[in-house]
């Protein structure tokens, strides 16, 4: 059974660094092909893909983020991170991470709801 | 503005069917058989229903279907249920440097 569960801070200030872990189970990053993605849906709005990091280390990032996202991988916790530096409060969503293969996202985690508020 | 167009609504009686399109350009859909369509109910993850194309995951009804044509995807639905009101979201594989690409959703409902 795979399951995935996003962790972190409920809020966050203007202008901090965001850091988000998703720790995951019944499967193994270290596999051919699988990936870990982070993607966010704002309230009432719709889902953003943020970044991806592939079970060889290679990773992707949204375009319109890149200079402010990084992702890491950690195979021996199982658990994939993702900063995000100088948040603002349009970063506000739920963040969920999310198992990847053959180019789809087959598992998500139930999401965790980040509020970016001085 | 997302990369994949999705109408952002569509409503249907019990029973009907109804199709959700979603175009992009020949550099992800056209391009690859690697589209997929998850839905979302309010205040849940999103759930996989259609992966390359026209592969429904083990567990979901087989009154959801995916087909495409060119640079559209299609997810249909037949025999509409209550239960079936939600958000739907597609997305592809992209030649581009990022390999993933969203819809902007579409919001069913179910009359």
């Known amino acids: 059974q795979i399951t995935l569960k996003e962790s972190g801070p409920m809020l966050v200030k203007p202008t901090q660094t965001l850091t988000l872990t998703c720790t995951f189970s019944?499967?193994?990053?270290?596999?051919?092909?699988?990936?870990v993605g982070w993607i966010r849906q704002p309230p009432g709005k719709a889902l953003e893909w943020l970044a991806l990091?592939?079970?060889?280390?290679?990773?992707r990032y949204s375009p319109s983020l890149k200079s402010r996202l990084t992702i890491t991988k950690d195979t021996s916790k199982n658990q994939v991170v993702l900063t995000m530096t100088n948040v603002d409060p349009v970063d506000t969503a739920t963040y969920y991470c999310?198992?990847?293969?053959?180019?789809?996202?087959?598992?998500w985690g139930q999401g965790t709801l980040v509020t970016v508020s001085s | 503005q997302s990369a994949l167009t999705q109408p952002a609504s569509v409503s249907g009686s019990p029973g009907q069917s109804i199709t959700i399109s979603c175009t992009g350009t020949?550099?992800?859909?056209?391009?690859?058989?690697?589209v997929s369509w998850y839905q979302q109910h309010p205040g849940k993850a999103p759930k996989l229903m259609i992966y390359?194309?026209?592969n429904r995951p083990s567990g979901v009804s087989n009154r959801f279907s995916g087909s495409k044509s060119g640079n559209t995807a299609s997810l249909t639905i037949s025999g509409l249920q209550a239960e079936d009101e939600a958000d739907y979201f597609c997305s592809s594989y992209t030649s581009s440097t990022t390999h993933v690409v969203f819809g902007g959703g579409t919001k069913l409902t179910v009359l």
């Open positions: 390359d194309v026209i």
């Open positions: 019944g499967f193994s990053l270290s596999t051919s092909g699988v990936g």
């Open positions: 999310a198992h990847r293969t053959r180019s789809s996202w087959y598992y």
């Open positions: 990091i592939y079970w060889d280390d290679d990773k």
């Open positions: 020949s550099s992800d859909i056209g391009g690859y058989n690697y």
